[in-house]
């Protein structure tokens, strides 16, 4: 591969998106089921449950388009992609009850 052929690929791989409808839908949906508002996901609101839902709608656009990047999806929260890739993990490590059939949902 020449160097014009790598800096053509990460190009292609830095313009991959998926549509904003999409991923709005995801939030939205997410929050109606925490029984919570769109923008209660999107603001930096630290309360737990807030938190807990604003990760599992992370989680669900990261599984749902696992080509975008953590910054693409950070760009729909007003996070840093450090923090999503924080979230993704956390969501994880915690599984707390009933958590696993949320993600099955997704």
Known sequence: MTDTDQVTWRNQVNTIT??????????????AEHRLSYRDLITPAHFEHIVTARYVAIHRIARRYPRISCVQIGK?????????????????RRKPRNLHKVLEAA
């Open 18 to 31: 998926a549509p904003r409808d999409e991923i709005e839908a995801i939030i939205r949906a997410t929050a």
């Open 76 to 92: 729909h929260f007003g996070m840093d992609h450090t923090s999503i890739l924080y979230a993704l993990g956390r969501l994880k």
